[in-house]
């Protein structure tokens, strides 16, 4: 084929369709694939510019060729200009196509840049479910869960490299739990996607989980959009709230029944229903010590309410555990003997000092001993030994009675907890002996600890640190953030 300026115009007018083509395939597509497709455009254009560029060099050679040969033919002027005016259109043409390859290449690192963007928030979004307490999990309009993070999979018991794509109502998931989220799936009402309770024990543990629905629109209003399932471990708060309905339950009976007494005796005595003077003084004896079981009540409850503070005045001054267990020898001994108990203190001689509160010190032990006496039964032996161990005052106090469950051990020490026993033994109290025993020996930098077997008794450590000489008395301040902290 002869080169002529109309194959010339023809070869040009190709090369723009093909970089137009390019440009359209370039611009195409969602934004993920545009860096891709601005390279592919981007070596179209790069080969155009390699064919032209070569004519360009071709025309200047001929160009020279014929301003040499001029003179010896005449026509050669005229024969060059075709290619002159090719040359012009295709610098022309080199131009703009060399401003389409530096715009295609700015299009495609701004793709690569938006790409690395949108990974990056895709992984912190994935990162931040996955770190979350609460359970989340993803179902489609069919009901097939498309993702969950670890907390939901360890409450739907699923492996974390097992795989979803099923529906979520065929997961082998405990049977409240899964009437709970069919119930969701079915209803498209409020009421029926309510937040609510639900019980997914076992033999193994006990377990609450809060379900609740929550609609997830799909990205730019396409498609039926997810169905989010967020699950919350609330067995510690169900746990608290019932603790609190005992515990109130509790001191009602507790402040009921010593004032039902006291007035039925009172009553007794001003009708003159009891004759001689030595039943009268027995009588008031037994209002007495009603009197002193309602004084010893509203104490722990204020004690409660200072510990609820965060606040409580400590006096630092030297105590002497051995003069401390003797007054208490003498409070507790007629206490286990209405019961028919034994009780021995065996007490070193060198057991050291303390430094601290003797009244709190004092309550500890004492709310120590009293819950042997009121968990061992009739006849039963309650031993308090006290003495050094180490670097610490060490006071402990035994007994044969009912024993704790191994699975309670960590919950006695909790506010409002009456540990059942399998005795069947009927103990009176608040549930606050303890807790306040294990607040004071944490203020003094002590601490309590306990070990025991069902049917066999039970063991409480009290633990203190040692008096220092240059220890001076003072007074300070301690809460509940100052211990446990």
């Not at 254009?45 to 025309?59: D, G």
């Not at 069919?142 to 529906?167: K, M, S, W, Y």
């Not at 402040?255 to 229903?273: C, Q």
Request: proline share 4%; glycine share 8%.
């Amino acid at each position: 084929m002869k080169l002529t300026h109309a194959n010339l115009v023809a070869l040009l007018s190709a090369g723009a369709g093909g970089a137009a083509a390019a440009a359209v395939l370039g611009s195409g597509g969602a934004l993920l694939l545009a860096s891709a497709g601005g390279a592919l455009a981007f070596a179209a254009t790069a080969l155009q510019l390699h064919f032209i560029s070569r004519l360009v060099r071709a025309e200047r050679r001929f160009r020279t060729w014929c301003a040499d040969a001029s003179s010896d033919v005449p026509l050669l002027p005229a024969l060059a200009e075709p290619f002159r005016s090719c040359a012009g259109a295709a610098r022309g043409r080199i131009e703009a196509l060399a401003a389409e390859a530096g715009a295609r290449q700015s299009e495609a690192r701004r793709a690569r840049v938006a790409a690395r963007s949108l990974q990056v928030e895709h992984d912190l979004l994935r990162a931040l479910l996955e770190s979350l307490s609460d359970g989340v999990v993803l179902v489609d309009e069919g009901g097939v869960a498309t993702f969950a993070n670890r907390a939901a999979r360890r409450f739907l018991d699923l492996p974390e490299d097992a795989p979803l794509n099923q529906d979520v109502r065929e997961l082998a998931t405990p049977p409240p739990l899964r009437a709970a989220i069919e119930q969701g799936l079915k209803g498209e009402t409020r009421a029926s996607r309510a937040r609510r309770d639900v019980d997914c024990s076992d033999q193994a543990q006990r377990r609450v989980l809060r379900v609740s629905f929550q609609k997830v629109a799909a990205a730019e209003g396409n498609g039926p959009g997810s169905l989010a399932i967020l699950l919350s471990d609330v067995t510690r708060e169900v746990e608290l709230n019932r603790m609190k309905s005992d515990f109130a339950s509790s001191v009602s009976h507790e402040l009921k029944t010593p004032l039902a007494s006291m007035r039925a005796f009172l009553e007794m005595l001003l009708d003159g229903d009891i004759e001689g003077e030595e039943e009268r003084r027995e009588h008031l004896r037994l209002v007495l010590d009603q009197t002193q079981r309602l004084s010893q009540l509203v104490q722990n409850l204020l004690n409660l309410a200072r510990l609820e503070a965060g606040i409580t005045r400590m006096e630092r001054k030297p105590v002497s555990l051995v003069e401390l267990l003797e007054h208490l020898r003498d409070v507790v001994t007629p206490l286990a003997a209405s019961r028919r108990q034994t009780i021995v203190f065996d007490v070193s001689e060198f057991t050291p000092a303390v430094t601290g509160d003797r009244g709190l010190l004092e309550q500890a032990v004492m709310n120590l001993v009293s819950n042997a006496i009121k968990y061992t039964p009739e006849g039963g032996s309650i031993r308090v030994r006290a003495g050094l161990a180490g670097a610490l005052a060490e006071l402990v106090v035994s007994d044969d009675g009912v024993g704790i469950p191994e699975k309670a051990l960590d919950l006695v020490f909790e506010k409002f907890t009456r540990v059942e026993n399998s005795a069947g033994l009927k103990a009176t109290g608040t549930g606050l002996g303890l807790p306040l025993a294990k607040f004071v020996a944490e203020a003094h930098g002590g601490s309590v600890s306990v070990t025991s077997q069902v049917g066999k008794g039970s063991e409480f450590r009290l633990a203190l640190p040692v008096r220092r000489g240059e220890e001076s008395s003072e007074s300070q301040l301690v809460g509940l953030e100052a211990i446990t902290g």
